[in-house]
Protein backbone atom coordinates (compact mmCIF):
# COMPACT_ATOMS: atom_id res chain seq x y z
CA UNK A 1 0.00 0.00 0.00
CA UNK A 2 1.64 3.34 -1.00
CA UNK A 3 2.36 5.77 1.43
CA UNK A 4 0.49 9.37 1.57
CA UNK A 5 2.90 12.22 2.24
CA UNK A 6 2.80 15.00 4.66
CA UNK A 7 3.08 17.05 1.58
CA UNK A 8 0.37 15.62 -0.64
CA UNK A 9 -2.28 16.21 2.07
CA UNK A 10 -1.08 19.46 2.90
CA UNK A 11 -1.03 20.28 -1.21
CA UNK A 12 -4.94 19.37 -1.47
CA UNK A 13 -6.10 21.17 2.33
CA UNK A 14 -4.42 24.72 2.25
CA UNK A 15 -5.89 25.45 5.69
CA UNK A 16 -3.95 22.08 7.11
CA UNK A 17 -1.98 23.04 10.31
CA UNK A 18 1.84 20.83 10.46
CA UNK A 19 3.07 20.72 13.90
CA UNK A 20 6.20 19.30 15.09
CA UNK A 21 6.81 17.71 18.81
CA UNK A 22 9.82 19.33 20.10
CA UNK A 23 12.50 16.29 20.21
CA UNK A 24 12.52 16.16 24.22
CA UNK A 25 9.29 16.04 24.09
CA UNK A 26 8.46 12.54 25.80
CA UNK A 27 10.98 13.00 28.23
CA UNK A 28 9.28 14.64 30.90
CA UNK A 29 5.74 13.58 29.62
CA UNK A 30 3.23 12.59 32.59
CA UNK A 31 1.98 9.13 32.82
CA UNK A 32 -0.75 9.94 34.47
CA UNK A 33 -2.73 10.21 31.41
CA UNK A 34 -2.70 8.82 27.72
CA UNK A 35 -0.06 9.59 25.90
CA UNK A 36 -2.83 10.90 23.44
CA UNK A 37 -4.39 13.27 25.72
CA UNK A 38 -1.51 14.64 26.64
CA UNK A 39 -0.31 15.53 23.27
CA UNK A 40 -3.93 17.66 22.86
CA UNK A 41 -2.90 19.26 26.00
CA UNK A 42 0.36 20.21 24.78
CA UNK A 43 -1.24 21.54 21.70
CA UNK A 44 -3.54 23.61 22.92
CA UNK A 45 -1.23 24.63 26.59
CA UNK A 46 1.30 25.73 23.82
CA UNK A 47 -1.14 28.03 22.03
CA UNK A 48 -0.19 25.97 18.70
CA UNK A 49 -4.51 25.25 18.56
CA UNK A 50 -7.30 27.36 20.71
CA UNK A 51 -7.50 26.07 23.85
CA UNK A 52 -11.71 25.69 22.59
CA UNK A 53 -10.95 23.01 19.85
CA UNK A 54 -9.59 20.53 22.38
CA UNK A 55 -12.17 18.21 22.40
CA UNK A 56 -12.30 17.94 19.47
CA UNK A 57 -8.59 17.92 18.41
CA UNK A 58 -8.80 13.59 18.45
CA UNK A 59 -10.78 13.94 15.40
CA UNK A 60 -8.95 16.38 13.54
CA UNK A 61 -5.59 15.34 14.52
CA UNK A 62 -3.52 12.77 11.53
CA UNK A 63 -0.41 11.78 12.45
CA UNK A 64 2.36 9.82 10.27
CA UNK A 65 3.72 6.57 11.25
CA UNK A 66 6.75 7.75 13.25
CA UNK A 67 4.92 9.61 14.99
CA UNK A 68 2.05 7.11 15.29
CA UNK A 69 4.58 4.33 16.72
CA UNK A 70 6.60 6.86 19.13
CA UNK A 71 3.44 7.65 20.62
CA UNK A 72 2.45 3.78 20.52
CA UNK A 73 5.58 2.86 22.58
CA UNK A 74 4.89 5.29 24.74
CA UNK A 75 1.70 4.27 25.93
CA UNK A 76 2.26 0.79 26.26
CA UNK A 77 4.99 1.60 28.42
CA UNK A 78 3.03 3.67 30.22
CA UNK A 79 0.37 1.18 30.47
CA UNK A 80 2.74 -1.68 31.61
CA UNK A 81 4.05 0.17 34.63
CA UNK A 82 0.88 1.94 35.78
CA UNK A 83 -1.64 -0.86 35.08
CA UNK A 84 1.08 -3.56 35.60
CA UNK A 85 0.02 -5.40 32.39
CA UNK A 86 1.81 -7.73 30.38
CA UNK A 87 1.64 -9.20 26.44
CA UNK A 88 -1.91 -9.79 25.72
CA UNK A 89 -3.46 -7.93 28.17
CA UNK A 90 -1.02 -5.14 27.55
CA UNK A 91 -1.43 -4.75 23.60
CA UNK A 92 -5.50 -5.13 24.54
CA UNK A 93 -5.10 -1.80 26.49
CA UNK A 94 -3.17 0.01 24.37
CA UNK A 95 -5.42 -0.79 21.37
CA UNK A 96 -8.07 0.48 23.85
CA UNK A 97 -6.68 3.54 24.88
CA UNK A 98 -5.64 4.63 21.07
CA UNK A 99 -8.93 3.94 19.83
CA UNK A 100 -10.78 6.47 22.94
CA UNK A 101 -8.34 8.99 22.04
CA UNK A 102 -5.58 8.20 19.67
CA UNK A 103 -5.17 10.75 16.57
CA UNK A 104 -5.77 9.27 13.08
CA UNK A 105 -2.68 7.77 11.52
CA UNK A 106 -3.92 6.89 7.97
CA UNK A 107 -5.99 8.49 4.77
CA UNK A 108 -7.86 7.01 2.00
CA UNK A 109 -6.79 3.47 4.09
CA UNK A 110 -2.83 3.80 3.15
CA UNK A 111 -0.67 5.15 6.42
CA UNK A 112 0.95 8.23 6.33
CA UNK A 113 4.31 8.50 5.66
CA UNK A 114 6.72 10.41 8.44
CA UNK A 115 7.45 12.41 11.44
CA UNK A 116 4.44 14.79 11.31
CA UNK A 117 1.29 15.98 13.23
CA UNK A 118 -1.14 17.31 11.26
CA UNK A 119 -4.40 19.37 12.48
CA UNK A 120 -7.55 19.60 9.96
CA UNK A 121 -9.79 22.46 11.06
CA UNK A 122 -13.37 20.97 11.35
CA UNK A 123 -14.21 23.23 7.65
CA UNK A 124 -11.55 21.53 5.62
CA UNK A 125 -13.42 17.75 6.36
CA UNK A 126 -15.12 17.87 3.26
CA UNK A 127 -11.82 18.58 1.28
CA UNK A 128 -9.93 15.91 3.46
CA UNK A 129 -13.09 13.76 2.69
CA UNK A 130 -12.86 14.04 -0.80
CA UNK A 131 -9.32 13.61 -0.93
CA UNK A 132 -9.39 10.26 0.42
CA UNK A 133 -11.76 8.91 -1.22
CA UNK A 134 -9.66 10.33 -4.70
CA UNK A 135 -6.67 8.91 -2.77
CA UNK A 136 -7.78 5.27 -2.25
CA UNK A 137 -9.51 5.34 -5.83
CA UNK A 138 -5.77 6.09 -7.21
CA UNK A 139 -4.36 3.10 -5.19
CA UNK A 140 -6.90 0.75 -6.54
CA UNK A 141 -6.30 1.80 -9.70
CA UNK A 142 -2.30 1.07 -9.12
CA UNK A 143 -3.20 -2.27 -8.09
CA UNK A 144 -5.37 -3.26 -10.11
CA UNK A 145 -2.98 -2.15 -12.82
CA UNK A 146 -0.24 -4.05 -11.33
CA UNK A 147 -2.30 -7.04 -11.28
CA UNK A 148 -3.21 -6.45 -14.94
CA UNK A 149 -0.04 -6.11 -15.99
CA UNK A 150 1.59 -9.41 -14.14
CA UNK A 151 -1.59 -11.49 -15.71
CA UNK A 152 -0.81 -10.05 -19.07
CA UNK A 153 2.12 -12.30 -18.85
CA UNK A 154 0.03 -15.45 -18.13
CA UNK A 155 -0.29 -17.86 -21.02
CA UNK A 156 -3.16 -19.45 -22.31
CA UNK A 157 -2.63 -22.65 -20.55
CA UNK A 158 -2.70 -20.76 -17.41
CA UNK A 159 -5.93 -18.95 -17.93
CA UNK A 160 -7.50 -22.37 -19.35
CA UNK A 161 -6.46 -23.79 -16.36
CA UNK A 162 -8.14 -21.35 -14.35
CA UNK A 163 -11.52 -21.93 -16.20
CA UNK A 164 -11.78 -25.39 -14.86
CA UNK A 165 -14.87 -25.35 -12.78
CA UNK A 166 -16.79 -23.93 -15.38
CA UNK A 167 -19.39 -26.49 -16.45
CA UNK A 168 -19.36 -25.68 -20.66
CA UNK A 169 -16.96 -27.39 -22.94
CA UNK A 170 -14.31 -24.97 -22.18
CA UNK A 171 -14.61 -26.38 -18.53
CA UNK A 172 -14.07 -29.87 -20.10
CA UNK A 173 -11.04 -28.85 -22.23
CA UNK A 174 -9.64 -27.23 -19.24
CA UNK A 175 -9.74 -30.47 -16.93
CA UNK A 176 -7.85 -32.27 -20.05
CA UNK A 177 -5.31 -29.51 -20.18
CA UNK A 178 -4.52 -29.74 -16.44
CA UNK A 179 -3.64 -33.67 -16.40
CA UNK A 180 -1.79 -33.07 -19.71
CA UNK A 181 1.85 -33.00 -19.13
CA UNK A 182 3.19 -32.37 -22.40
CA UNK A 183 0.58 -29.50 -22.91
CA UNK A 184 3.02 -26.38 -24.25
CA UNK A 185 2.41 -24.81 -21.15
CA UNK A 186 4.59 -21.68 -21.94
CA UNK A 187 3.25 -21.15 -25.25
CA UNK A 188 1.48 -18.15 -26.61
CA UNK A 189 1.94 -18.73 -29.94
CA UNK A 190 -1.14 -20.31 -32.04
CA UNK A 191 0.71 -22.17 -34.43
CA UNK A 192 2.75 -24.20 -31.93
CA UNK A 193 -0.70 -25.00 -29.67
CA UNK A 194 -2.43 -26.31 -32.54
CA UNK A 195 0.51 -27.88 -33.94
CA UNK A 196 0.85 -29.84 -30.68
CA UNK A 197 -2.88 -30.37 -30.29
CA UNK A 198 -3.82 -31.57 -33.79
CA UNK A 199 -1.20 -34.23 -33.09
CA UNK A 200 -2.81 -35.27 -29.37
CA UNK A 201 -6.15 -34.44 -29.38
CA UNK A 202 -9.90 -35.50 -31.10
CA UNK A 203 -11.08 -33.32 -33.69
CA UNK A 204 -13.49 -32.18 -31.12
CA UNK A 205 -11.34 -31.27 -28.73
CA UNK A 206 -9.53 -28.96 -31.20
CA UNK A 207 -13.11 -27.31 -31.70
CA UNK A 208 -13.34 -26.90 -27.98
CA UNK A 209 -9.40 -25.37 -28.15
CA UNK A 210 -10.90 -22.67 -30.61
CA UNK A 211 -13.35 -21.89 -28.57
CA UNK A 212 -11.04 -21.34 -25.84
CA UNK A 213 -8.48 -19.38 -27.48
CA UNK A 214 -10.65 -16.88 -29.09
CA UNK A 215 -12.71 -16.68 -25.51
CA UNK A 216 -8.64 -15.74 -24.44
CA UNK A 217 -7.56 -13.47 -27.20
CA UNK A 218 -10.80 -11.40 -26.59
CA UNK A 219 -10.35 -10.75 -23.21
CA UNK A 220 -6.77 -9.83 -23.22
CA UNK A 221 -5.89 -9.24 -26.96
CA UNK A 222 -2.67 -7.74 -25.25
CA UNK A 223 -1.45 -11.33 -25.00
CA UNK A 224 -1.37 -12.30 -28.54
CA UNK A 225 1.02 -11.04 -31.28
CA UNK A 226 -1.37 -11.38 -34.60
CA UNK A 227 0.88 -14.08 -36.65
CA UNK A 228 -0.14 -15.56 -40.39
CA UNK A 229 1.03 -18.72 -41.83
CA UNK A 230 1.66 -18.95 -45.36
CA UNK A 231 -1.01 -21.67 -47.46
CA UNK A 232 1.90 -22.51 -50.12
CA UNK A 233 4.82 -23.41 -48.06
CA UNK A 234 3.88 -23.43 -44.50
CA UNK A 235 5.99 -20.98 -43.18
CA UNK A 236 5.15 -18.41 -40.32
CA UNK A 237 4.91 -15.14 -41.81
CA UNK A 238 6.29 -11.48 -40.08
CA UNK A 239 2.65 -10.69 -40.24
CA UNK A 240 3.88 -7.19 -41.77
CA UNK A 241 5.19 -9.48 -44.58
CA UNK A 242 1.57 -11.22 -45.25
CA UNK A 243 -0.72 -10.98 -48.15
CA UNK A 244 -4.03 -11.66 -49.00
CA UNK A 245 -3.98 -12.41 -52.46
CA UNK A 246 -6.60 -13.94 -55.17
CA UNK A 247 -6.23 -15.34 -58.46
CA UNK A 248 -7.49 -13.02 -61.31
CA UNK A 249 -8.85 -15.49 -63.51
CA UNK A 250 -9.68 -18.69 -61.38
CA UNK A 251 -11.30 -17.15 -58.43
CA UNK A 252 -13.35 -18.94 -55.51
CA UNK A 253 -10.23 -18.50 -53.46
CA UNK A 254 -8.14 -16.77 -51.34
CA UNK A 255 -5.15 -17.25 -49.99
CA UNK A 256 -2.76 -15.86 -47.72
CA UNK A 257 0.84 -16.11 -48.88
CA UNK A 258 4.35 -14.13 -48.10
CA UNK A 259 5.57 -12.47 -51.20
CA UNK A 260 8.09 -15.12 -52.20
CA UNK A 261 5.25 -17.55 -52.81
CA UNK A 262 2.98 -14.61 -54.37
CA UNK A 263 5.70 -14.77 -57.26
CA UNK A 264 5.23 -18.52 -57.75
CA UNK A 265 1.65 -18.32 -58.02
CA UNK A 266 2.33 -14.99 -60.20
CA UNK A 267 3.97 -17.16 -62.76
CA UNK A 268 1.22 -19.89 -63.92
CA UNK A 269 -1.83 -17.83 -62.60
CA UNK A 270 -1.32 -14.15 -62.17
CA UNK A 271 -2.75 -12.60 -59.05
CA UNK A 272 -3.77 -9.84 -57.08
CA UNK A 273 -3.34 -9.40 -53.01
CA UNK A 274 -3.66 -6.71 -50.19
CA UNK A 275 -1.24 -6.66 -47.24
CA UNK A 276 -3.12 -8.80 -44.36
CA UNK A 277 -2.57 -6.10 -41.73
CA UNK A 278 -5.74 -3.84 -41.29
CA UNK A 279 -7.56 -5.82 -42.75
CA UNK A 280 -10.68 -5.92 -41.43
CA UNK A 281 -14.72 -8.17 -41.38
CA UNK A 282 -15.63 -5.34 -44.02
CA UNK A 283 -13.01 -5.76 -46.21
CA UNK A 284 -13.23 -9.29 -46.09
CA UNK A 285 -16.51 -9.24 -47.01
CA UNK A 286 -15.98 -6.95 -49.94
CA UNK A 287 -13.15 -9.23 -51.15
CA UNK A 288 -15.79 -12.34 -50.70
CA UNK A 289 -17.95 -10.98 -53.13
CA UNK A 290 -15.50 -9.95 -55.39
CA UNK A 291 -13.71 -13.11 -55.45
CA UNK A 292 -16.99 -15.69 -55.57
CA UNK A 293 -15.93 -16.54 -51.90
CA UNK A 294 -19.33 -19.33 -50.43
CA UNK A 295 -20.79 -17.67 -47.15
CA UNK A 296 -19.05 -20.97 -45.15
CA UNK A 297 -15.70 -19.69 -47.14
CA UNK A 298 -16.06 -15.88 -45.58
CA UNK A 299 -16.63 -17.93 -42.58
CA UNK A 300 -13.93 -20.45 -42.36
CA UNK A 301 -11.46 -17.18 -43.38
CA UNK A 302 -13.21 -15.13 -40.64
CA UNK A 303 -12.56 -17.43 -38.13
CA UNK A 304 -8.82 -18.42 -38.83
CA UNK A 305 -8.02 -14.55 -39.04
CA UNK A 306 -9.68 -13.85 -35.61
CA UNK A 307 -7.42 -17.08 -34.35
CA UNK A 308 -4.30 -15.97 -35.50
CA UNK A 309 -5.37 -12.07 -34.03
CA UNK A 310 -5.17 -10.62 -36.96
CA UNK A 311 -9.28 -9.38 -36.93
CA UNK A 312 -10.61 -8.68 -33.11
CA UNK A 313 -11.61 -11.77 -32.34
CA UNK A 314 -15.25 -10.16 -31.06
CA UNK A 315 -16.35 -6.70 -30.51
CA UNK A 316 -16.47 -6.91 -34.79
CA UNK A 317 -20.40 -6.29 -35.35
CA UNK A 318 -22.11 -5.54 -37.72
CA UNK A 319 -25.57 -6.32 -38.83
CA UNK A 320 -27.97 -8.96 -38.85
CA UNK A 321 -30.65 -8.32 -41.96
CA UNK A 322 -33.66 -10.17 -43.06
CA UNK A 323 -34.71 -9.84 -46.62
CA UNK A 324 -37.30 -11.30 -48.40
CA UNK A 325 -37.65 -12.44 -52.21
CA UNK A 326 -40.00 -11.02 -54.07
CA UNK A 327 -41.34 -14.03 -55.90
CA UNK A 328 -40.66 -17.03 -53.82
CA UNK A 329 -41.86 -14.94 -50.67
CA UNK A 330 -38.43 -16.88 -49.11
CA UNK A 331 -36.85 -15.15 -46.10
CA UNK A 332 -33.12 -14.80 -45.70
CA UNK A 333 -30.92 -14.15 -42.66
CA UNK A 334 -27.96 -12.71 -43.32
CA UNK A 335 -25.24 -11.37 -41.38
CA UNK A 336 -22.96 -8.27 -43.00
CA UNK A 337 -20.01 -6.90 -41.63
CA UNK A 338 -19.84 -4.04 -43.78
CA UNK A 339 -22.52 -1.51 -45.10
CA UNK A 340 -25.53 -3.18 -45.12
CA UNK A 341 -26.78 -1.36 -48.43
CA UNK A 342 -23.28 -2.54 -50.07
CA UNK A 343 -24.55 -6.33 -49.10
CA UNK A 344 -27.95 -6.05 -50.33
CA UNK A 345 -26.75 -4.60 -53.64
CA UNK A 346 -24.37 -7.76 -54.20
CA UNK A 347 -26.93 -9.46 -53.04
CA UNK A 348 -29.49 -8.11 -55.66
CA UNK A 349 -26.61 -8.43 -57.83
CA UNK A 350 -26.42 -12.59 -57.44
CA UNK A 351 -30.53 -12.98 -57.48
CA UNK A 352 -33.00 -13.34 -60.07
CA UNK A 353 -35.82 -11.72 -58.25
CA UNK A 354 -36.63 -8.74 -56.58
CA UNK A 355 -35.08 -8.35 -53.11
CA UNK A 356 -36.87 -6.45 -50.19
CA UNK A 357 -35.22 -5.94 -46.81
CA UNK A 358 -37.51 -6.31 -44.16
CA UNK A 359 -35.37 -5.34 -41.17
CA UNK A 360 -31.88 -4.91 -39.75
CA UNK A 361 -30.57 -5.10 -37.00
CA UNK A 362 -27.44 -4.51 -35.01
CA UNK A 363 -25.53 -7.88 -34.32
CA UNK A 364 -23.09 -10.61 -34.46
CA UNK A 365 -22.24 -13.39 -36.66
CA UNK A 366 -22.82 -15.44 -34.11
CA UNK A 367 -26.38 -13.43 -33.40
CA UNK A 368 -27.05 -14.95 -36.99
CA UNK A 369 -26.38 -18.63 -36.32
CA UNK A 370 -28.40 -18.37 -33.41
CA UNK A 371 -31.44 -17.23 -35.46
CA UNK A 372 -30.94 -19.52 -38.00
CA UNK A 373 -31.03 -22.13 -35.34
CA UNK A 374 -33.98 -20.59 -33.91
CA UNK A 375 -35.83 -21.12 -37.12
CA UNK A 376 -34.44 -24.22 -38.11
CA UNK A 377 -38.02 -25.52 -38.79
CA UNK A 378 -38.49 -23.33 -41.25
CA UNK A 379 -35.48 -23.63 -42.89
CA UNK A 380 -35.57 -23.87 -46.64
CA UNK A 381 -32.00 -23.76 -48.06
CA UNK A 382 -29.00 -22.11 -46.78
CA UNK A 383 -29.64 -18.96 -45.00
CA UNK A 384 -33.46 -19.11 -46.44
CA UNK A 385 -36.26 -19.47 -44.69
CA UNK A 386 -40.06 -20.21 -45.19
CA UNK A 387 -42.40 -17.14 -44.51
CA UNK A 388 -43.50 -18.80 -41.76
CA UNK A 389 -45.74 -17.20 -39.18
CA UNK A 390 -42.81 -17.52 -36.37
CA UNK A 391 -40.53 -15.81 -38.84
CA UNK A 392 -42.72 -12.80 -39.69
CA UNK A 393 -43.49 -12.05 -36.40
CA UNK A 394 -40.39 -12.30 -35.11
CA UNK A 395 -39.43 -9.96 -37.54
CA UNK A 396 -41.93 -7.62 -36.63
CA UNK A 397 -41.70 -7.39 -32.96
CA UNK A 398 -37.62 -6.73 -33.03
CA UNK A 399 -38.33 -3.38 -33.40
CA UNK A 400 -39.84 -3.40 -30.26
CA UNK A 401 -37.09 -5.52 -28.69
CA UNK A 402 -34.54 -3.36 -29.86
CA UNK A 403 -34.57 0.86 -30.67
CA UNK A 404 -31.39 0.25 -33.06
CA UNK A 405 -33.53 -2.07 -35.76
CA UNK A 406 -34.27 -0.54 -38.86
CA UNK A 407 -37.85 -2.19 -39.34
CA UNK A 408 -39.71 -2.05 -42.80
CA UNK A 409 -43.31 -3.26 -42.28
CA UNK A 410 -43.41 -6.51 -43.95
CA UNK A 411 -46.78 -6.17 -44.59
CA UNK A 412 -46.27 -3.60 -46.84
CA UNK A 413 -43.48 -6.13 -48.78
CA UNK A 414 -45.73 -8.08 -50.11
CA UNK A 415 -44.99 -9.48 -53.52
CA UNK A 416 -46.26 -8.35 -56.70
ZN1 LIG B 1 5.11 -19.15 -48.49
Redesign the pocket.
Known amino acids: MPKCTAQEIIKEISEVQSISLPNDWFDNLSDKQSVFSSLYQWMTDSGRVPSDQLTTLHNRTYVGEKTYSKLLTFERKRLAKTLKLRGEKLEEAVAWSDMNSGPKSEIGQSPIAGDVILVIPESSRKALNDFSIRFRNENWLAAVKKVKNHAAGATYYQWLVSQVERPDHIGDTAKDAAIDDTYPRESNDYGELITYLTANVSHAALECFKDGWLEYIQQYPERIKPAAW?D??G?KLNIEDALIAWSKEDQNEVFI??A??RAKFDEFDPMESRPLPGITGADLEELATKVGLSELDIEKLEEKLKLWAVIPASGNSGWVYFIKSESSHEIKIGYTAGPIEKRITSLQTAHSSNLRVLATVPGTREYEKELHRKFADHRLKGEWFAPHHDLVSFIAVLKDNDSRATLVDPTNQTGH
Open positions: CECQLDDC
